[in-house]
């Protein structure tokens, strides 16, 4: 199973971009997509998820300005970041819990590599 991300890039304050992830490979189910966050010197965070169903929960930091959606027939999640701060700058991961066989019921968490976004004047 590989997760790929795109469109990343450099934008300035203000602006918007829209990532997006797509899984492939051996995949039976997906349960919950998401996108985290890590910034230079920090942990990486937290920044959105979205189930199977559409449920969706965000970080303080990023409600009201990024949306969370997904397109379940091509196994894709997207990120919609509007009105950018200079503090979301960071490299940004999408990951997704899959259960990649049908004859096992375990689900794995596995991870992008990571798409630059820089918000910057």
């Known amino acids: 199973v590989q997760l790929e991300e795109s469109g990343g890039g450099l934008v300035q304050p203000g602006g918007s971009l829209r990532l997006s992830c797509a899984a492939s490979?051996?995949?039976?189910?997906?349960?919950?997509m998401g996108w985290y966050r890590q910034a230079p010197g920090n942990q990486r965070e937290l920044v959105a998820t979205i189930t199977s169903g559409g449920n969706t929960n965000y970080a303080d930091s990023v409600k009201g300005r990024f949306t969370i959606s997904r397109e379940n027939a091509k196994n894709t999640v997207f990120l919609q970041m509007n009105s950018l701060k200079p503090e979301d700058t960071a490299v940004y991961y999408c990951?997704?819990?899959?259960?990649?066989?049908?004859?096992?019921?375990?689900?794995?968490?596995?991870w992008g590599q990571g798409t630059q976004v820089t918000v910057s004047s």
């Open positions: 990951n997704a819990d899959i259960r990649p066989h049908s004859m096992s019921l375990r689900f794995y968490i596995y």
């Open positions: 490979g051996s995949i039976f189910s997906i349960n919950y």
